[in-house]
């Protein structure tokens, strides 16, 4: 079975530097890659102010702290991935981005290295399929926040072999992940759940049985949920929680995975939750406020 000692990061967004974060205070050494050296160095600048956040909370001490930030190194390109062991891609929920990633990258990994996904819906076979190493390729699924969620979601494609399956187990475990084990079915297991809820609290609020701030308390109060179905659909990001619906329906042909009209609406507008700044709430002012 391939040891795996160093693991690039496609991707510096929240999922990238979330899993370069927990990936490097498991011991690994980082190779974080985006669109530019400038992307990639702002990525670790970011690890870098959340760790110290874990520090000032006791969750960490200075000398983790200090340790894993030395582990990461900002890549300069796809070639500085050619000693990785494993590779994670962390783009967009965008295929057709995944693909393209996956055309550049693949040139300059070793033959041995595994390569995997971090998709948390779009099919692992059909991705490994854009590869030239369908039997060293599966789905990695972090959660997000990925320091603060324990499960990682393992899915094999159909050629994916036994040690590139093992490996991968192996290395979630050394995070101090739990892993569960989906086959690649649209949504995997996560989502395949969570995703039609939230879509169906949308709907709740198209049709105006109730509004965004008694929904929300309604499944925060009522079902113990820690965050509401739509303060949940913020945080994930909007534009993400459609596309992830939109491979649903399309995989499974069934009307019940249909997006609410409300949800491609708000993502028409550019309103996709948190890291827009508006989205069910608005992030604007000094607390979020409802926006319907």
């Known amino acids: ?4 000692r160093t693991v690039g990061v496609v991707g510096a967004g929240q999922m990238g530097i979330g899993i370069a ?3 490097a205070l498991g011991g690994y050494d980082v190779l974080l890659l985006d669109v530019s050296l400038e992307r ?3 990525g670790v600048e970011r690890v870098g102010a959340n760790l110290a956040r874990q520090v000032a909370s006791g969750k960490l001490s200075e000398e983790q702290r200090a340790a894993a930030l030395a582990r990461i190194t900002p890549a300069d390109g796809a070639t500085a991935l050619k000693d990785a062991d494993l590779v994670i891609e962390a783009a967009t929920e965008e295929e057709a981005v995944k693909r393209r990633i996956f055309q550049q990258i693949c040139p300059e990994l070793k033959p041995e290295a595994i390569l995997a996904t971090n998709t948390s819906s779009i099919s692992i076979t059909r991705l490994a399929s ?3 190493r369908p039997e060293r390729f599966l ?3 972090f959660m997000n926040p990925v320091p603060l969620m324990k499960l990682v979601e393992l899915v094999r494609g159909i050629a994916t072999e036994d040690a590139t399956f093992q490996a991968a187990r192996t290395f979630a475990t050394r995070l101090d992940k739990v892993t569960t084990v989906s086959e690649d079915f649209p949504a995997f297991i996560v989502n395949r759940i969570l995703m039609p809820m939230i879509n169906e609290a949308i709907y709740t609020l ?3 049985v109730g509004s965004v701030e008694s929904i929300d308390n309604s499944m925060r109060l009522g079902a113990n949920h820690p965050m509401g179905p739509l303060q949940l659909a913020d945080f994930i990001g909007l534009d993400t929680c459609l596309s992830i619906m939109q491979v649903l329906h399309d995989g499974l042909a069934d009307s019940k995975y249909r997006p609410c009209p409300l949800l491609v609406k708000y993502v028409e507008a550019g309103w996709l939750g948190r890291k827009a700044g508006r989205g069910f709430y ?3 002012g000094a ?3 409802p926006t319907r």
């Open 139 to 141: 789905g990695i699924h």
């Open 40 to 42: 990639a160095r702002a």
């Open 206 to 208: 198209y049709e105006g």
């Open 287 to 289: 607390s979020p406020v």
């Open 282 to 284: 608005d992030y604007r």
């Open 21 to 23: 974060h927990v990936v």
């Open 130 to 132: 854009a590869t030239d």
């Open 1 to 4: 079975m391939l040891e795996i």
